[in-house]
């Protein structure tokens, strides 16, 4: 799957769309068709980060294995964040506070993703 790992566009793009998708989700009304179907494409969407980032770490993570764990785990949290805040929401239960883990975990995510060696490395 070189061709998927070669840069880190697939994932950049997957992610961007994906955590737009669940922002949108997020600020439609709850019970509204709208918000039923922008979440299932930004489900589709976490698959693909999820592949995509997964392709990454499999070619790149002996570079520092540390590191790319830490990734791993914290863009996985990041997943799992937005997917709970959706669900909880539309079960009518408080998520304030998810969503300052979320603003944390996503910024820990993007700091490393950009400091990490391949790709863009802006912040490096
Ligand atoms: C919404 C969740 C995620 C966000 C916002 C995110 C963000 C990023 C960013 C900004 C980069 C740097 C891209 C570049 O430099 O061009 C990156 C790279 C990477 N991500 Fe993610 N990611 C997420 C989820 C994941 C997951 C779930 C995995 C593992 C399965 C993962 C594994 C990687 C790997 C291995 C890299 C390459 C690091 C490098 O540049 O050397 N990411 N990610």
Same mark, same amino acid.
């Given at each position: 799957?070189?061709?998927?790992?070669?840069?880190?566009?697939?994932?950049?793009?997957?992610?961007?769309?994906?955590?737009?998708?669940?922002?949108?989700?997020?600020?439609?009304? *709850?019970?509204?068709?709208?918000? *039923?179907?922008?979440?299932?494409?930004?489900?589709?969407?976490?698959?693909?980060?999820?592949?995509?980032?997964?392709?990454?770490?499999?070619?790149?993570?002996? @570079?520092?294995?540390?590191?790319?764990?830490? *990734?791993?785990?914290?863009? @996985?949290?990041?997943?799992?964040?937005?997917?709970?805040?959706?669900?909880?929401?539309?079960?009518?239960?408080?998520?304030? *506070?998810?969503?300052?883990?979320?603003?944390?975990?996503?910024?820990?995510?993007?700091?490393?993703?950009?400091?990490?060696?391949?790709?863009?490395?802006?912040?490096?």
């Amino acid at each position: 799957m070189d061709v998927l790992s070669n840069t880190t566009h697939l994932h950049l793009f997957s992610w961007i769309v994906g955590v737009a998708l669940f922002v949108i989700t997020a600020v439609m009304a *709850k019970g509204s068709k709208g918000r *039923k179907i922008t979440h299932m494409i930004a489900r589709l969407f976490y698959v693909l980060i999820l592949l995509s980032g997964f392709f990454l770490f499999m070619r790149y993570s002996s @570079l520092d294995s540390a590191l790319y764990g830490v *990734k791993f785990l914290v863009g @996985l949290i990041v997943i799992v964040l937005m997917e709970m805040i959706i669900v909880r929401a539309n079960k009518g239960r408080n998520v304030s *506070k998810l969503w300052m883990i979320f603003a944390i975990v996503l910024f820990v995510t993007l700091y490393l993703g950009f400091n990490l060696p391949v790709g863009l490395n802006f912040l490096a």
